[in-house]
C-alpha cells in the first residue's frame, strides 16, 4: 500500500480500510458474516454482521486526533449513561482481551488506529433537518446528560481531550493566510474568538470541570419509533 493513503481516491481508501476493519474483527469473540463502510469523514464506520446476525458498529478513528485515553474517557461516559433514564446509548463491546480500544497498526496510513466495537442501534439519523418533536427530545436527553455528569467519575487510566482552541485543532480558515475575509470581518471575527477563549479558559479553570457531550448534532443521533 502506498504511503501516500489519503492521496488515493476515497472509493479505494474505503476498499482499503474495509480489509483492515476485518484485520481488526479478529480480535473479538465472534466470526463475521459481512462488513459494511456507511460513514467515512471524521471516522471511518462499518456496520458488522456477524455469522449470527447481530449487528455491530466498528469505528475506525483514520483521521481522529483522539488518544487511546480519550477514548476510554468515552467508554466510560457512555457505560455511565446507560443508568440514566431517558437515554439510550450503544454498548460498548470487548475484545477477546477485555479491552474496549483495539489498537492495530495500519500500513497504508503509517499510523497505530484506534478502533471501538459497538452494539448496533436501530433507526435513522436525524440529519440536518430536525422536527419541532426531534429537538424537544434531544433537549430532553441533553439535559439528562449534563444533569446526570455531575456524578461521573474519570477513570485513572483515562483522559478527556481538552476543547480549549476553538478550532477544535483544525485549521483557521477564517484568520489565516488562506481566510477569504475582508479586515473588518477578521476584526469582528478576532474579537468574538477573544471572548469563547475567555469564557472556555474560565470554565477550564475550575477545580471540578462538568463533563459534557460536546458533539451533539444530527448526525450522531438515532431517531427510532
Known amino acids: 500500500m502506498s504511503a501516500n493513503f489519503f492521496e488515493l481516491p476515497e472509493s479505494e481508501q474505503i476498499s482499503e480500510l474495509t480489509i483492515f476493519a476485518s484485520n481488526v474483527l479478529e480480535a473479538y469473540e465472534f466470526s463475521i458474516k459481512s462488513i459494511e463502510s456507511i460513514n467515512y469523514e471524521y471516522n471511518a464506520t462499518f456496520k458488522v454482521t456477524a455469522s449470527d446476525s447481530t449487528n455491530y458498529a466498528l469505528r475506525i478513528n483514520i483521521n481522529s486526533p483522539r488518544s487511546a485515553e480519550n477514548i476510554r474517557a468515552e467508554v466510560a461516559w457512555v457505560r455511565f449513561l446507560e443508568n440514566v433514564d431517558g437515554i439510550l446509548t450503544p454498548r460498548p463491546i ?35 433537518e430536525p422536527t419541532l418533536e426531534q429537538l424537544h427530545a434531544l433537549g430532553q436527553a441533553m439535559a439528562r446528560m449534563h444533569a446526570s455528569s455531575k456524578d461521573f467519575v474519570l477513570p485513572s487510566d483515562a483522559a478527556i481531550p481538552s476543547f ?55 448526525w450522531n443521533m438515532k431517531w427510532h419509533d
Open 164 to 218: 480549549r482552541d476553538p478550532f477544535w485543532e483544525t485549521e483557521d480558515f477564517l484568520l489565516s493566510d488562506k481566510s477569504k475575509l475582508d479586515s473588518a470581518e477578521k476584526d469582528l471575527i478576532s474579537a468574538a474568538l477573544k471572548k469563547i477563549t475567555a469564557g472556555t479558559d474560565a470554565l477550564y479553570s475550575r477545580e471540578n470541570p462538568q463533563f459534557i457531550h460536546a458533539d451533539l448534532h444530527g
Open 94 to 128: 470487548a475484545n477477546r482481551f477485555g479491552k474496549y480500544v483495539t489498537t492495530v497498526a495500519h500500513a497504508g496510513s503509517g499510523r497505530e488506529l484506534n478502533c471501538i466495537l459497538y452494539s448496533w442501534l436501530d433507526g435513522e439519523e436525524v440529519g440536518d
